[in-house]
């Protein structure tokens, strides 16, 4: 952890959640957080923003988005804006996931313009970055993360608030983890680049039996959980390993 700074648990949900069970987790998150000194946030899809917003109100779970177009508004079926999701109860948005960027082709230049609009919008960007494992195996991993930091973070963004995750693209919904060794070094490289403000989040199959190690190394801030935030008391046991 980074000394002075509040811990982030963000749950990203992705594809999952009709209403009934998507306010069953959501409310269930809300009565076990109470008291944590993490904050923990839930990021639904696009059709629960403000369904599960409504249901955690006044308590201490945040809700986020997990992508939000680079204009306010204008003729892009399908898409979602930063401030409709501000509209719907929205504080946060993920940005830049792998996923996003393989399976839509997102560059660094639009995950920066969107993250551009969120900040104008009122919401607080987490910014995603990454290497897959040739780039890894490569040796290229720190490089790769530097220049998606430089490519992907606008103006503001530290000012803002703005959160940086690092998730290795082999990682994610695989069950590995790089070492310890492997996040404190690629998490160093991000401080240096975003400086001492900024919340760092490793995402990438993190889970309660890894929690607590990982968020005991040097500049890792909290994390971005995928799988293991769809099942509540998974969720908050990585929340409460934060402290």
Not at 103 to 115: F, I, L, P
Not at 132 to 158: H, M, N, W, Y
Request: proline residues 5%.
């Amino acid at each position: 952890m980074t000394p002075g700074v509040r811990p982030l648990i963000a749950g990203n949900w992705k594809m999952h959640g009709l209403a009934a069970d998507g306010l069953t987790l959501a409310r269930a998150v809300a009565a076990g957080a109470a008291g944590a000194s993490a904050e923990i946030l839930v990021c639904p899809p696009a059709t629960l923003v403000a369904a599960v917003a409504a249901a955690v109100q006044g308590g201490p779970v945040a809700v986020g988005g997990q992508d939000c177009h680079l204009v306010a508004k204008g003729a892009h079926t399908g898409d979602v804006s930063a401030p409709m999701l501000a509209d719907a109860g929205a504080r946060y948005v993920i940005l830049g996931h792998s996923e996003r960027r393989a399976d839509h082709h997102e560059t660094d230049a639009v995950v920066k313009a969107k993250a551009a609009s969120a900040i104008a919008h009122g919401l607080i960007p987490i910014v995603c970055v990454g290497e897959t494992l040739a780039q890894r195996e490569a040796g290229e991993a720190e490089a790769v993360v530097r220049a998606q930091v430089a490519g992907s973070l606008p103006d503001g963004f530290v000012a803002a608030g703005g959160v940086v995750a690092y998730e290795p693209v082999w990682a994610i919904g695989t069950g590995r983890t790089p070492t310890e060794a492997d996040i404190a070094a690629i998490h160093a490289a991000l401080r240096e680049a975003v400086g001492p403000t900024t919340r760092l989040l490793y995402g990438g199959s993190v889970k309660p039996g890894n929690a607590a190690a990982i968020l005991a190394l040097p500049n890792v801030d909290g994390a971005l959980v995928g799988g293991a935030s769809l099942v509540a008391e998974d969720f908050l046991a990585i929340a409460r390993a934060a402290g």
